[in-house]
């Protein structure tokens, strides 16, 4: 499976660069929203290699190599998340040289919100788009972003609501999330078999 996950990397490696430029800017704009937004964008990168890869008919190359099914499906879901940690990750870099130079703190309930959403996002449109391919799930796809969106933007007013709430709140997003992931997995593999 790292095999294909890094085919995904090389394949994406020039939005890639740009990509971490934005997440850079958005993090010494440093809300809330451009946080959020920066990581779930980064969670929607596998749709692009999924793209890149029934423009190239991977699907007939896969077939011929030693690959399950699962394994195809499994390696989007890291690297969906392989992104987002990653985009995470350069938040809180910057957000940390920024606050030793603005004397402020990480807002770490802002990146836990961002993983929460992304991968919630993930967990509801790649069945969709391993079911009817990139380009005939996008209508379905758009939905889920839409819905992913206000609830992101719910979330986001709410911030300071749940900052006094903490530990319940995220507590059942967190098992919400494993399940949502919990659920989404095994319904991609049949998806992505009735497709491909």
């Not at 995470?88 to 940390?96: A, E, R």
Request: net charge positive.
């Amino acid at each position: 499976m790292s095999a294909l996950i890094r085919k995904d990397f090389y394949v994406l490696w020039k939005q890639m660069r740009f990509f971490l430029l934005l997440v850079i800017v958005f993090s010494v704009i440093g809300s809330e929203f451009y946080t959020i937004f920066a990581v779930v964008w980064a969670s929607m990168l596998p749709y692009t290699a999924l793209a890149y890869d029934e423009r190239s008919h991977w699907d007939q190359l896969a077939a011929m190599m030693p690959y399950s099914t699962r394994n195809m499906v499994l390696s989007k879901y890291v690297l969906g998340w392989l992104c987002m940690a990653g985009a995470m990750m350069l938040c809180l870099t910057v957000s940390v040289v920024r606050g030793m130079v603005l004397h402020t703190t990480p807002d770490f309930l802002a990146l836990a919100m961002a993983a929460f959403i992304g991968i919630f996002s993930i967990d509801l449109t790649l069945p969709l788009v391993l079911r009817f391919g990139v380009e005939r799930g996008r209508m379905g796809f758009l939905l889920v972003i839409i819905c992913v969106a206000i609830l992101g933007s719910m979330l986001i007013s709410n911030l300071t609501i749940l900052r006094s709430l903490m530990a319940v709140p995220m507590l059942s997003i967190a098992l919400g999330a494993v399940l949502a992931t919990a659920i989404s997995i095994p319904l991609s593999i049949r998806m992505y078999q009735k497709h491909w």
